[in-house]
């Protein structure tokens, strides 16, 4: 070792000690480790209830040998258990939770593996039976159906600095029929369904992508400096919440950026509605049907506001909207589960929100395709929830 | 957050923001630094696999989230402007000489910094470093190198021209 390199070695050594000036170090990450739960990489994920056909899959499957197919089950791996009036559990190891094609589709961790694989498992919505799994590799967090098909993502972290975007066919059941998307140092913010193709955001820029060969047709970059997240398509529109602070309107052409909304906490789709969160994070904002005009004017159909940061949002078939709430920091609110009301305009009841469960941080919910809802909580049980 | 983190996180705390320190040269960037890769880990800790001693697995964090400038804020770097004086032969200036070193880091890009702090403070290996840094060992070999190069011209001006 050379003397330049000893002195080094010395001068890391022998450097003073740093006095932090957080005095409870486990309460901030823990707070921000909700939020990012609920925020990074899908904003305010909502889904809309719509119940598609179904497709017709058979129930048994053959191993393609190419080693990501699994043969289903066929039994229930648990069975449902009711633990209080109104909630069943049907998974301790769940990471996300679909709907799609007539079916639940579940992303769970392989207890077993060592390198942090998972399943993704389509189920029967109403018995939980699973009807066919696939392997997937780390790193998965969100999902989302669409296409006639299942699209996972993850990554862009300091675990997995890689971005991930796993598509598997939902309709075939005899082969792998997934294509991976490695994207070297991004993550994937969000996915959304417009005009018979998927967009999705990674990076500082937005894909297009098709469902049949799933490859990239089009990408586009959303300025220097921006970090888009959530996208979603409402009227007829790509919404993509592009920082923090500002959800941008993408027309699905390449010239086609317009209007930026001055809303922060992400954006979700609710039907022909926007839902999005204000700058406090703590109210969330429904749109009419003239998205583009409310969101120039301000003047949003309804508001609501939480007691603690707004982290998913959902809108039911009826219009009513579910919403997961994180908590807050210090500790004086806990994260809890809400149901808000509308009228038949859309607009959100303020006065009537009702707490439905405290204590449950949610990172993942949708409408079941038989009824209720179905949600994946941090400690890895997925539940279900009849109204 | 699991509790075996928990524990982690209440007695790495002060050790982990000097090791970011090191990383970065500003302490308050560094516990932003550190929180956010201890978020990542969070969000990543059904992954991790050795939970009772998750330290590499945070450092890695760490230095990568300081490399990538992950979505932390990014505070500019204060620019010493004035270098360190050359030091001498006694106790006190061997004092003198880390704490040029330590200043001169500073100096040094995110990437070559953290080549000496995982090479130097960790005793990583080349091919330790490469893997952490997600580069190629010949990476780690010339990034080393000029950062030892530089920092031996911050601080013995007069060795190197000679």
Known sequence: MTDIEELVRSSLRSAPAVVPSSSDPVAAVSGRVRRARALWGGGIAAVVAV??????????????GAGRVVPADP???????????????????????????????????????????????????????????????????????????????????????????????????DGCQCNTFGNKGFGYGGIAFLAGHAWVTT??????????????????????????????????RLWVQ?????????????????????LSGGVADGTERLLAADGADTMLVTTG???????????????????????????????????????????????????????????????????????????????????????VLDDGTAEHWQP | MDARLSDYVRGQWPSLVRYATLLCGDAVEAEELVQSALVRVALRWPFVHDKDNPDGYVKRAIVRGRINGWRGVRRHETVVSVMPDVAVADGLAA????????????????????????????????????????????????????????????????????
């Open chain 2, 95 to 162: 004092l003198d000489e880390h704490d040029a070193i330590r200043r001169a880091l500073v100096l040094l890009p995110p990437r070559q910094r953290a080549v000496l702090v995982l090479r130097y403070l960790d005793d990583r290996s080349e091919q330790e470093t490469a893997a952490m840094l997600g580069c190629s060992v010949g990476t780690v070999k010339s990034q080393t190198h000029k950062a030892l190069a530089k920092l031996r011209e911050i601080v013995q001006p007069n060795e190197v021209l000679s």
């Open chain 1, 51 to 64: 119940l598609v056909a179904a497709i017709v899959v058979p129930l048994s499957m053959r191993d393609s």
């Open chain 1, 75 to 173: 039994s229930p791996s648990a069975s449902p258990v009711a633990v209080r009036p109104g909630l069943t559990v049907w998974s301790h190891d769940a990471v996300a939770v679909t709907a799609g094609g007539g079916f639940l589709w579940a992303l769970e961790r392989d207890p077993k593996a060592n390198d942090g694989a998972g399943f993704l498992v389509k189920l029967d919505p109403a018995t939980y039976r699973p009807l066919s799994r696939w392997g997937v590799v780390a790193p998965y967090d969100f999902m989302k159906f669409g296409l006639g098909h299942v699209w996972v993502w993850g990554g862009g972290d300091g675990g997995y600095p890689d971005g991930e975007l796993q598509v598997f066919d939902a309709s075939t059941n």
């Open chain 1, 203 to 236: 990076g500082s820029a937005i894909w297009e992508m098709t469902a049949d060969t799933e490859r990239v047709v089009w990408s586009k970059g959303l300025g220097n400096g921006s970090t888009p997240s959530t996208v979603v398509a409402v009227g007829g």
């Open chain 1, 289 to 375: 049907t003239d998205v583009e005009q409310q969101s120039s004017s301000g003047e949003f159909l309804s508001d609501v506001i939480f007691d603690s940061a707004v982290g998913l949002a959902m809108a039911l078939p009826n219009g009513d909207v579910l919403v997961s709430t994180l908590g807050s920091e210090d500790g004086r609110t806990q994260p809890a589960l809400w149901m808000a009301t509308s009228d038949a305009a859309g607009a959100l009841c303020r006065t009537c929100i009702r707490k439905i469960a405290e204590n449950v941080s949610v990172l993942s919910m949708v409408a079941n395709p038989s009824g209720g809802v179905d949600f």
């Open chain 1, 242 to 262: 592009t920082s923090p602070t500002s959800s941008q309107q993408l027309i699905p052409e390449p010239s086609g950026v317009g209007a930026r909304m001055g």
